[in-house]
């Protein structure tokens, strides 16, 4: 596969306004990975896929790799990699956390975060505003792709897809621990105007089996939404959906990383399913 071109975000406004389908590529400054396939009214974004952090960072960071790679979503890009619109974060959560406001992105240095002291030392001014730099690179195309797609198709569903793990405390299979498997955040959306929808996606992902289990569906249980879900719930009311997916950790082992392709396969393939219901239905 040959490498993605980088593009400003003034080159991909330009390409959606002129409706130059398909482009992929990476931005600038190297935040977000997108793929731009076709039109449509909906989009799938991975916030928290990467694992990268920049190398001036990484003596200041004291979190080592191993552990960024099991407290991130690692595969979620896969859940939407078939989306005519995809956009995928590429640094970690460590560096700058996407799903908080700017102000919250870079986790305190004298704070635990999943139990782990994320920093060495504080980060001086340079640092932070480079950090800034990033995180708004990644909201400024994401709020660019939404103004393109309410412009064109009068409102967006955004599938904000997560995973989280499970066995923290202690090695358990998936079907004892009581978490449920998919959990969807919907509590700072309107969801009394956007009951049908959410209904959609509840009934839709529900009576999945897998090992001879049914994987149980809840809401705001492990994950009430997050800063993309207060975001739009705020300057877009009634024209923004964003469904915050969280699925457990049971499609690969949490703790060496190795991915169970058939597992992953089933929960995309439901997702795509029931994505095809809800984007069919207006709003």
């Known amino acids: ?21 398909p482009i992929s590529g990476i931005t600038r400054l190297g935040s977000t990975e997108f793929h731009f396939r076709k039109p449509a009214n909906y989009l799938g974004v991975a916030l928290h896929n990467g694992i990268r952090v920049r190398p001036e960072l990484l003596e200041a960071l004291k979190v080592g790799q191993e552990e960024r790679f ?37 986790y305190p240095a004298v704070e635990k975060k999943w139990g782990f002291q994320v920093w060495n030392r504080p ?9 800034y730099l990033k995180y708004r690179e990644f909201h400024t195309l994401l709020d660019l792709l939404i103004g393109y797609i309410i412009e064109n198709q009068g409102s967006v569903v955004l599938f904000d897809i ?7 405390e202690v090695r358990t299979d998936w079907w004892v621990d009581m978490k449920p498997e ?16 959410i209904d959609l996606f509840m009934v ?33 009311i009634q024209q923004v959906l964003v469904l915050a997916i969280e699925y ?22 439901n997702l795509l399913l029931t994505k095809d219901r809800i984007v069919r239905t207006k709003f």
């Open 1 to 21: 596969m040959s490498a993605l071109k980088k593009y400003s975000l003034e080159e991909i406004g330009q390409c959606l306004t002129e409706r130059k389908f």
């Open 70 to 106: 099991r407290e991130e979503d690692p595969y979620t890009d896969y859940f939407v990699n078939d989306f005519p619109l995809q956009l995928i974060a590429r640094d970690s959560r460590f560096e700058y956390d996407l799903n908080w406001e700017i102000e919250k992105c870079i």
């Open 123 to 131: 980060l001086n001014h340079s640092e932070v505003e480079t950090t």
């Open 162 to 168: 997560h995973s989280y793990c499970y066995q923290r």
């Open 182 to 197: 998919i959990n969807l955040g919907t509590m700072y959306i309107n969801r009394a105007y956007f009951s049908p929808l």
């Open 204 to 236: 839709g992902v529900s009576g999945i089996t897998l090992d001879g289990h049914t994987l149980r569906v809840a809401e705001n249980e492990v994950f009430p939404g997050g800063y993309l879900t207060r975001k739009y719930a705020k300057s877009h």
């Open 248 to 269: 457990k950790k049971i499609f690969m082992d949490e703790w060496t990383g190795e991915l169970y392709p058939r597992k992953l396969e089933m929960l995309k393939e």
